[in-house]
Nanobody, 115 residues
Framework: VQLQASGGGLVQSGGTLRLSCAAS????????MGWFRQAPGNRRDMVAL???????NYADSVNGRFTISRDNAKNTVYLQMNSLKPEDTAVYYC??????????WGRGTQVTVSS
C-alpha cells in the first residue's frame, strides 16, 4: 500500500488548508484512514480518523476546526483545516490501517501557520 499526500503549505493564522491523501495498492475494504502530526521535538499524535463506514474521531485540539472526510471509491481521505493556529504547525502524516494489520504511513506534508 502506498499513500500519497498533498496540500500542505504556509498559511497565516486564521487561514485554511485542505490536505488530501490517496491510497493505492492492495487495500482491504474495511479500514481506518486519517492524519497524524508531529512537530519538532514532539511525538506523533492523532489528528483525525475516519472509518470506512464513516465514523470519525478528532483530537480535542482540532475538534470544531478540522473536518475529515473520505471517498471510498477513490481510496482518498481529506482533511479540511479551518481557523488554523500557529500550534497546528507540524508535519502531517497520512495513515491507513486495516486491523489487525500494521498501519501504513505516507511520507508527510509540512503545514506551517504563521502568527
Amino acid at each position: 500500500v502506498q499513500l500519497q499526500a498533498s496540500g500542505g503549505g504556509l498559511v497565516q493564522s486564521g487561514g485554511t488548508l485542505r490536505l488530501s491523501c490517496a491510497a493505492s495498492g492492495k487495500i482491504f475494504s474495511r479500514n481506518d484512514m486519517g492524519w497524524f502530526r508531529q512537530a519538532p521535538g514532539n511525538r506523533r499524535d492523532m489528528v483525525a480518523l475516519v472509518s470506512s463506514n464513516g465514523n470519525t474521531n478528532y483530537a480535542d485540539s482540532v475538534n470544531g476546526r478540522f473536518t475529515i472526510s473520505r471517498d471510498n471509491a477513490k481510496n482518498t481521505v481529506y482533511l479540511q483545516m479551518n481557523s488554523l493556529k500557529p500550534e497546528d504547525t507540524a508535519v502531517y502524516y497520512c495513515y491507513l490501517r486495516s486491523s489487525p494489520l500494521s498501519p501504513f504511513w505516507g511520507r508527510g506534508t509540512q503545514v506551517t501557520v504563521s502568527s
